[in-house]
């Protein structure tokens, strides 16, 4: 034992010394130019992809041209991919599907990854970290020329600490290549882009696998009993059927029909490595005394469920055993049971729902956040397969600001010091243009990716380069909406109105000032238009007390006055909803929250301001 401890220390030794030994060496940009970009002819598409975005960013930021090729020349060359990576040194048979290693040396460079999607990330590493480059949007890359000459030597190696990372943003959703520049793993499946981490997003699933409208007339015991009926024929605002109800989770034949239903669906689609067997979107989970028995005894709603997805698992586990049943942990079920434990091939998709976005996860002031973060602590004991579904969106105002970016990175942390493996961070998937999203969606994204990353250098990352010297005003404006809500003591979750996160009329003026010291500020045509797109949730902020005189209640109808809307409010406003209406249709905005369509927010405006067909907003 003594002398293999000698042995690994003389080794160590001679490994340092080649590290130290590369770091004061360097290899010279000039020496490049006529270096090829090595691609074995074995390589996977990915990595072939991987090649062309080297040759691309290459060009940007050495200057130079350079030619991909399945043979190395005689000078320096770029290795791509961990075959060609066999040249040089660089291990790869450990990094999984994404972990990468680069290696700087005299002779050239290597970039190497796990398969599929390693090598290509390793290229985007690679650029962001020694190039200064940065994917802000998909049309705007900062890939700055090179103001030095030459690379220091040395290695640098890199995992992504959580195995599935989504950034559910229309910014991401709509664009391919920049999700993956980005490293987001739920949206190309293509194999030149790595394709997808195909451990997917558990989600709400009951609702398709022993659907009401099947089976609810012949048996409606199959469904839960909630105020002493059972609720099988759900209509009016409940008859969506991930509204309506939940089956009752203790009778045999729904544990027969959903394991059916979740074999069916493993053998149409062998290579799914995740099934969901999760609740509807709704409290009506079932009363009966079977469910209620296992609930009291466990103190718990998740316990008939997790009794039921074990079921299922083991079920499952006879067939294939390599596959997982994936269950929300959401709402009435977040609390874990106290003995009924997830069986080991069962994952758990833990929702935050219910936490205040405005506050960290970890804030101790805030009592929910407190008992979502000793729930995660709990499951984490229960099971080493945690998957969290988080909210990054205000999905009652989409347009409205949102001040929760200073919680993206703590909230990341915590989920990464969890041992968190899989990360959905749900913002507004059906609108580009919600509230600042291109910021937004580049530092949730970053972070996914890195969580270590300052997410207050992310944000002064973007927007320095992305607004250049009109960035000023807007930092002040993000500051004074979060500042503002943490001096209010707000804690609302992601359904908010602007009082609930501060936003009345001193801050709506602040706001478009800022934005219009902004405008003053932009120094050309192009920088001009990303500040008047951000501008946008100016004037949805001024506009508030239309919004609010339209709904009582969000997302319900629009309330029927019978009075007008008062004077005060058509002045202060109407000059405002002008430009806002404006702006969304110049920028591609079309949806006012996650229901309701711009134009349909339009119809109610022009109502409010009792307009005449004819008359413009
Ligand atoms: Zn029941």
Same mark, same amino acid.
Request: glycine letters at 6%; a neutral charge.
């Given at each position: 034992?003594?002398?293999?401890?000698?042995?690994?220390?003389?080794?160590?030794?001679?490994?340092?010394?080649?590290?130290?030994?590369?770091?004061?060496?360097?290899?010279?940009?000039?020496?490049?130019?006529?270096?090829?970009?090595?691609?074995?002819?074995?390589?996977?598409?990915?990595?072939?992809?991987?090649?062309?975005?080297?040759?691309?960013?290459?060009?940007?930021?050495?200057?130079?041209?350079?030619?991909?090729?399945?043979?190395?020349?005689?000078?320096?060359?770029?290795?791509?991919?961990?075959?060609?990576?066999?040249?040089?040194?660089?291990?790869?048979?450990?990094?999984?599907?994404?972990?990468?290693?680069?290696?700087?040396?005299?002779?050239?460079?290597?970039?190497?990854?796990?398969?599929?999607?390693?090598?290509?990330?390793?290229?985007?590493?690679?650029?962001?970290?020694?190039?200064?480059?940065?994917?802000?949007?998909?049309?705007?890359?900062?890939?700055?020329?090179?103001?030095?000459?030459?690379?220091?030597?040395?290695?640098?190696?890199?995992?992504?600490?959580?195995?599935?990372?989504?950034?559910?943003?229309?910014?991401?959703?709509?664009?391919?290549?920049?999700?993956?520049?980005?490293?987001?793993?739920?949206?190309?499946?293509?194999?030149?882009?790595?394709?997808?981490?195909?451990?997917?997003?558990?989600?709400?699933?009951?609702?398709?696998?022993?659907?009401?409208?099947?089976?609810?007339?012949?048996?409606?015991?199959?469904?839960?009993?909630?105020?002493?009926?059972?609720?099988?024929?759900?209509?009016?605002?409940?008859?969506?059927?991930?509204?309506?109800?939940?089956?009752?989770?203790?009778?045999?034949?729904?544990?027969?029909?959903?394991?059916?239903?979740?074999?069916?669906?493993?053998?149409?689609?062998? !290579? +799914?490595?995740?099934?969901?067997?999760? =609740? /509807?979107?709704?409290?009506?989970?079932?009363? &009966? $005394?079977?469910?209620?028995? #296992?609930?009291?005894?466990?103190?718990?709603?998740?316990?008939?469920?997790?009794?039921?997805?074990?079921?299922?698992?083991?079920?499952?586990?006879?067939?294939?055993?390599?596959?997982?049943?994936?269950?929300?942990?959401?709402?009435?079920?977040?609390?874990?049971?106290?003995?009924?434990?997830?069986?080991?091939?069962?994952?758990?998709?833990?929702?935050?729902?219910?936490?205040?976005?405005?506050?960290?996860?970890?804030?101790?002031?805030?009592?929910?956040?407190?008992?979502?973060?000793?729930?995660?602590?709990?499951?984490?004991?229960?099971?080493? !397969? +945690?998957?969290?579904?988080?909210?990054? =969106? /205000?999905?009652?105002?989409?347009?409205?600001? &949102? $001040?929760?970016?200073?919680? #993206?990175?703590?909230?990341?942390?915590?989920?990464?010091?969890?041992?968190?493996?899989?990360?959905?961070?749900?913002?507004?998937?059906?609108?580009?243009?919600?509230?600042?999203?291109?910021?937004?969606?580049?530092?949730?994204?970053?972070?996914?990716?890195?969580?270590?990353?300052?997410?207050?250098?992310?944000?002064?990352?973007?927007?320095?380069?992305?607004?250049?010297?009109?960035?000023?005003?807007?930092?002040?404006?993000?500051?004074?909406?979060?500042?503002?809500?943490?001096?209010?003591?707000?804690?609302?979750?992601?359904?908010?109105?602007?009082?609930?996160?501060?936003?009345?009329?001193?801050?709506?003026?602040?706001?478009?000032?800022?934005?219009?010291?902004?405008?003053?500020?932009?120094?050309?045509?192009?920088?001009?238009?990303?500040?008047?797109?951000?501008?946008?949730?100016?004037?949805?902020?001024?506009?508030?007390?239309?919004?609010?005189?339209?709904?009582?209640?969000?997302?319900?109808?629009?309330?029927?006055?019978?009075?007008?809307?008062?004077?005060?409010?058509?002045?202060?406003?109407?000059?405002?909803?002008?430009?806002?209406?404006?702006?969304?249709?110049?920028?591609?905005?079309?949806?006012?929250?996650?229901?309701?369509?711009?134009?349909?927010?339009?119809?109610?405006?022009?109502?409010?301001?009792?307009?005449?067909?004819?008359?413009?907003?």
């Amino acid at each position: 034992m003594k002398h293999a401890i000698v042995t690994c220390g003389i080794i160590m030794l001679g490994i340092c010394s080649m590290l130290l030994g590369q770091t004061e060496s360097r290899l010279e940009l000039a020496a490049m130019k006529e270096a090829p970009i090595v691609l074995p002819a074995d390589a996977i598409a990915s990595e072939k992809y991987a090649a062309e975005e080297f040759q691309r960013l290459w060009k940007m930021v050495a200057g130079q041209d350079l030619a991909i090729s399945t043979s190395p020349a005689s000078g320096p060359c770029i290795w791509i991919g961990p075959n060609a990576a066999a040249a040089v040194p660089v291990r790869t048979d450990d990094l999984g599907e994404e972990g990468l290693r680069i290696s700087i040396a005299p002779n050239g460079i290597a970039i190497a990854g796990g398969r599929p999607r390693g090598t290509l990330y390793g290229v985007y590493e690679f650029f962001e970290k020694y190039f200064g480059v940065r994917f802000l949007t998909h049309d705007h890359t900062h890939a700055p020329p090179a103001a030095f000459t030459a690379l220091t030597c040395g290695q640098h190696a890199f995992t992504p600490v959580f195995e599935s990372r989504f950034s559910s943003f229309a910014e991401t959703r709509r664009n391919k290549e920049f999700s993956v520049r980005m490293r987001c793993n739920q949206v190309a499946t293509e194999a030149q882009y790595g394709g997808i981490c195909k451990n997917r997003t558990n989600s709400h699933s009951f609702f398709r696998q022993i659907p009401s409208k099947t089976y609810g007339k012949e048996h409606p015991e199959y469904y839960g009993l909630v105020d002493g009926e059972r609720r099988w024929n759900v209509d009016g605002k409940d008859a969506m059927p991930i509204l309506g109800n939940q089956p009752c989770l203790t009778n045999p034949d729904v544990l027969r029909i959903v394991t059916e239903s979740v074999l069916e669906q493993i053998e149409k689609h062998p !290579d +799914i490595p995740n099934v969901s067997v999760s =609740t /509807n979107d709704n409290f009506h989970y079932c009363r &009966c $005394p079977a469910c209620a028995a #296992i609930d009291e005894r466990e103190q718990s709603n998740a316990a008939t469920l997790l009794a039921f997805v074990n079921a299922i698992a083991d079920e499952v586990a006879k067939k294939h055993p390599d596959k997982k049943i994936g269950t929300l942990i959401y709402q009435y079920t977040r609390k874990p049971p106290k003995t009924i434990m997830p069986h080991p091939n069962v994952q758990l998709q833990l929702c935050t729902i219910e936490c205040s976005q405005v506050r960290p996860l970890t804030d101790p002031d805030v009592d929910i956040n407190v008992a979502f973060c000793e729930d995660l602590k709990e499951w984490g004991r229960r099971s080493k !397969d +945690i998957r969290i579904w988080t909210y990054n =969106t /205000n999905f009652y105002n989409y347009l409205l600001p &949102c $001040p929760n970016l200073w919680n #993206i990175e703590p909230n990341l942390r915590l989920f990464a010091a969890s041992s968190v493996r899989g990360i959905y961070m749900q913002g507004a998937g059906n609108t580009i243009g919600s509230s600042m999203s291109d910021l937004r969606n580049y530092v949730t994204s970053r972070l996914l990716w890195n969580p270590q990353l300052s997410g207050q250098e992310l944000i002064d990352e973007f927007l320095n380069l992305h607004y250049g010297p009109a960035a000023p005003p807007i930092r002040r404006f993000i500051n004074l909406v979060h500042d503002n809500a943490v001096k209010r003591g707000c804690t609302k979750n992601c359904f908010a109105t602007g009082a609930d996160y501060g936003i009345d009329d001193e801050i709506a003026l602040a706001t478009l000032a800022a934005f219009h010291e902004a405008m003053q500020l932009a120094d050309s045509d192009e920088v001009r238009q990303r500040v008047e797109k951000a501008s946008i949730c100016a004037y949805r902020a001024a506009v508030e007390d239309v919004w609010k005189w339209i709904y009582d209640v969000p997302n319900e109808r629009p309330n029927k006055h019978d009075e007008p809307m008062p004077a005060g409010t058509i002045l202060k406003t109407r000059p405002y909803a002008a430009i806002l209406f404006r702006l969304c249709e110049k920028y591609g905005v079309t949806m006012w929250d996650e229901l309701v369509k711009i134009e349909t927010a339009r119809d109610y405006f022009r109502k409010a301001y009792r307009l005449s067909d004819n008359e413009p907003l």
